[in-house]
């Protein structure tokens, strides 16, 4: 388990963009919630049309589209949650 999480935990090159981000909870925050509100907004629109593109562009509509749009927007609450929770507690 230790060799799994320390390799999540080397540096590379943003070192002072991750220590200037520590300082500043409220900005990753906000980021995290911009972010999060556009995946929202992505899942929503899905599942309100019943057509969504993979990474690739092919088209995927019925259950497949559902499905992306539900775990869009859970993945968007999660990096909302996650960016109320910087901005309130730093």
Do not use: H
């Amino acid at each position: 388990m230790n060799q799994v999480t320390g390799l999540f935990a080397q540096r590379g090159g943003n070192g002072a963009i991750d220590n200037w981000l520590g300082q500043n909870p409220l900005v990753l925050g906000l980021l995290a919630l911009a972010l999060g509100a556009l995946i929202i907004v992505s899942g929503v629109y899905t599942l309100r049309t019943g057509v969504t593109r993979n990474k690739l562009g092919m088209e995927a509509r019925g259950v497949t589209a559902q499905l992306a749009g539900y775990i869009r927007i859970v993945g968007g609450g999660v990096a909302c949650g996650y960016g109320l929770y910087k901005i309130l507690m730093g």
